[in-house]
């Protein structure tokens, strides 16, 4: 593998995936040159939500998320769905220079006990309006680090959650786990709590870039750990890897690739490092002479696609694997994917109530996030108040343009007749110059366009982030911005 | 009544007897229409296959099934073997709410397709009941992702329809959600209107084949609310309406209506 140039890997790839998944299958000759990748990975956002997060304002409120609350109790069909719920646990033992989440570093578990005081706070104000024991079909805990909360801390968040919602038999039931800060013991009792998902944090098994990001975990312990994760009847086990860390070359992440194959995750997530040192403070801990250069990192993102394609795993979508007979990878090959705050999601597209600091629910078509720091979080909640500090009601035109994202992320096929039935619009004219766009990547064989529709390419799903940028208006008026102040 | 969807339907659906592939049972031998000849095949599944591909859709015999207004097609729990082509008539989909409620979830024309919400856990999630007399054709699923697999026409048409419910699903409640009464009925009628056109029947004047009741349940809102937005909508002239029969007096206001707050 090593001695293939990216060029060949992807082709052959590209011939792969043709026969191997029913929906994607495409004519086997399709082929994305490396420059295309190269032209069309860009950083982006991965739309977890359309609009993203960034584009939300501070006008909308703790006033407006409780009246949004209170219209689902009396709303539409969609209050008939089943809630998805996730949970941040912000708390981290250290800190990971690559990190861009939203975490507190402390030794102190005794920060734990009031936090959870404060999510059931948060949790009543919910359950006051929309009613108590609604049901949840998908529940997340994030972080952060759920697991440094003690078993008898997740079960108290259990029977918390359990007393404020219906947790429905047979959902997803999914928890981040540090596996520095588990054993065999903690995996068993969460299994016993009623958690059927474990997502183990990885990012890199050489032990060299695992000291370079301060996270040394070795292969053993998380080879063991995942062991028993199987012998306890997990449903579905999930690797995070990263690349692009420092210290990382195309050949040690091809070994951490080929451990990874040895611990056969049911779902493994790909993610691109981006270095960003002034938004990111534990960043600027990394040696930025460490850091592969893009062509370095462009090579492992190919290498990596080419190895779990060979290992048996289908390319769900955007920095997402599965292994074939995976629901995620059922969801895909029967065309109803869906995405929200954790990635792609087999859930359809349900009201999302986050809980903690800085999480983001949607309720109906409106965006809701809470505040980013502990003090502000408590002191809301202490008065009483929802800790909302930002969010989005979504208008027409952002509802249209996220059905259109979606339809493209998830099941890469969007049909203008569907759109147009749904929101009463003439898509051609709509989209004019979206359509317009779309075209150099229709010459580049990463979309096509007909009379009836867009689809997504084989080749197309490899960048499907950078064909969703198209239909994002808020980046697009970014761009014509900055064009302006160019010119001017 | 609805004269005029009648009158303005342009072909009939030829009828024939086929006898069931391998009849397993005592059943009598079912009602089957090709997709090659049916009048809905620029609606339904054969929608932009070519004609060899469907010649082969034809070599699976969906059978065809009258259901009697008020009775089920399937009922949440079912577990699920088929997807559901409506001939004629029209369904609403529910789901059983906690408090005995029931919450309509969406309403089936001709030439739409039903129960694909049985594909994640194998059972249908909600029930489909007739709101009319109605014919529908079933399609084993197996059978036609067997098909499927070796053709990537198939595999497309199979992924347009999953994408298009989606959509319709979705889309729509997410928008009534965000909208006042006057514009979620307004883009209820519209979208009943922009459905009836796309079968080659009226779109100004309509028969509806659901209730007050459960245009509320769908929309979200109570029965008075709809017959009161209904009254305001007469007296503004934008419709004319006897019972259930509606007659869209200006097309224009109301999408304007329906646009008001959302541009």
């Not at chain 1, 293939?4 to 399709?30: F, G, H, K, Y």
């Not at chain 1, 939500?49 to 069909?77: I, Q």
């Not at chain 2, 709101?131 to 070796?150: K, N, Q, S």
Request: proline residues 5%.
């Amino acid at each position: 593998m090593n001695a293939r140039v990216p060029l060949t890997s992807i082709n052959e790839l590209l011939a792969l995936t043709a026969q191997s998944d029913a929906v994607m299958t495409d004519t086997p000759d399709t082929v994305l040159p490396a420059d295309l990748l190269r032209k069309f990975d860009v950083a982006g956002p991965r739309y977890t939500s359309y609009p993203t997060a960034d584009r939300f304002v501070e006008a909308y409120g703790p006033e407006d998320h409780l009246r949004v609350l209170r219209e689902r109790r009396t709303g539409a069909a969609a209050a008939a769905l089943p809630l998805s719920l996730y949970v941040h646990i912000p708390f981290c033992e250290s800190v990971c220079y690559y990190c861009a989440c939203n975490k507190i570093v402390t030794r102190q578990h005794g920060r734990a006990a009031p936090y959870l005081q404060l999510l059931e706070r948060e949790a009543s104000l919910h359950t006051d309006v929309i009613g108590v024991g609604q049901p949840v079909s998908q529940l997340h805990l994030g972080g952060g680090t759920p697991t440094f909360l003690s078993d008898e801390e997740l079960s108290e968040l259990m029977s918390m959650l359990k007393r404020n919602f219906a947790l429905a038999p047979g959902g997803e039931y999914s928890v981040e786990v540090d596996p520095r800060t588990v054993t065999r013991e903690r995996l068993a009792h969460l299994a016993w709590l009623g958690f059927n998902r474990l997502s183990f944090g990885v990012q890199d098994f050489d032990p060299r870039v695992q000291k370079a990001v301060h996270r040394v975990q070795p292969f053993e312990q998380v080879a063991s750990l995942m062991a028993d994760a199987r012998s306890m009847g997990f449903e579905s086990l999930n690797v995070d890897l990263i690349y692009g860390l420092p210290l990382q070359t195309r050949e040690s992440f091809a070994r951490t690739l080929g451990q990874v194959q040895q611990l056969r995750p049911d779902r493994i997530a790909l993610y691109g490092y981006a270095h960003l040192p002034d938004r990111f403070k534990p960043q600027r801990r990394i040696v930025p002479a460490e850091l592969p250069d893009g062509s370095g990192k462009l090579n492992m993102l190919a290498d990596s696609i080419d190895a779990l394609r060979e290992a048996g795993y289908v390319y769900v979508g955007m920095d997402h694997f599965a292994l074939p007979g995976d629901a995620l990878a059922v969801a895909k090959r029967q065309g109803r994917l869906h995405r929200n705050f954790q990635g792609y999601s087999t859930q359809p597209d349900c009201d999302l109530i986050g809980l903690g600091v800085s999480a983001i629910s949607r309720i109906g078509a409106s965006y809701a996030q809470n505040a980013k720091t502990m003090d502000e979080y408590e002191d809301s909640l202490r008065q009483g108040q929802l800790p909302v500090v930002r969010g989005l009601a979504m208008d027409r035109d952002d509802l249209v343009r996220r059905a259109v994202i979606m339809a493209l992320m998830c099941q890469g096929e969007l049909l203008f007749e569907a759109i147009e039935e749904a929101w009463l619009l003439d898509f051609k004219s709509y989209f004019a110059p979206e359509l317009a766009r779309l075209q150099q990547m229709a010459a580049d064989g990463l979309v096509r366009i007909d009379e009836s529709g867009i689809q997504v390419t084989p080749a197309g799903w490899y960048v499907v982030r950078a064909i969703a940028m198209v239909f994002d208006r808020y980046l697009q008026a970014d761009r014509q911005r900055m064009r302006f102040s160019r010119i001017l | 009544m609805n004269t005029a969807a009648i009158a303005a339907e342009p072909r009939t659906a030829p009828l024939q007897f086929m006898p069931r592939a391998g009849a397993r049972s005592a059943t009598p031998p079912a009602l089957t229409t090709l997709c090659s000849t049916c009048h809905l095949k620029d609606l339904c599944l054969p929608c932009g296959i070519s004609a060899p591909t469907v010649e082969r859709l034809d070599g699976l015999h969906f059978g065809r099934r009258r259901v009697a207004a008020g009775q089920p097609l399937y009922r949440a729990g079912d577990a699920f073997q088929s997807i559901y082509a409506v001939r004629s008539g029209t369904f609403k989909s529910v789901l059983g709410a906690t408090d005995g409620r029931e919450q309509v979830t969406g309403f089936s024309m001709a030439g739409e397709l039903m129960g694909l919400d049985g594909l994640a856990q194998g059972r249908h999630a909600s029930t489909a009941v007739a709101l009319e007399d109605a014919e529908i054709c079933a399609i084993p699923y197996d059978h036609l992702m067997e098909l499927a697999a070796g053709n990537s026409e198939l595999q497309r048409a199979v992924g347009k329809l999953m994408s298009r419910e989606i959509v319709r699903e979705h889309s729509l409640m997410m928008l009534l959600g965000s909208m006042n009464a006057e514009e979620r009925l307004a883009a209820f009628l519209l979208n009943v209107s922009q459905r009836m056109k796309a079968r080659g029947w009226s779109a100004s004047e309509f028969h509806l084949r659901m209730s007050r009741a459960e245009i509320g349940s769908y929309l979200g809102m109570k029965l008075e609310t709809v017959s009161r937005t209904f009254s305001a909508f007469v007296q503004q002239r934008l419709l004319a309406v006897d019972k259930r029969h509606i007659r869209i007096l200006d097309l224009d206001a109301l999408t304007r209506t329906f646009e008001a707050r959302l541009q």
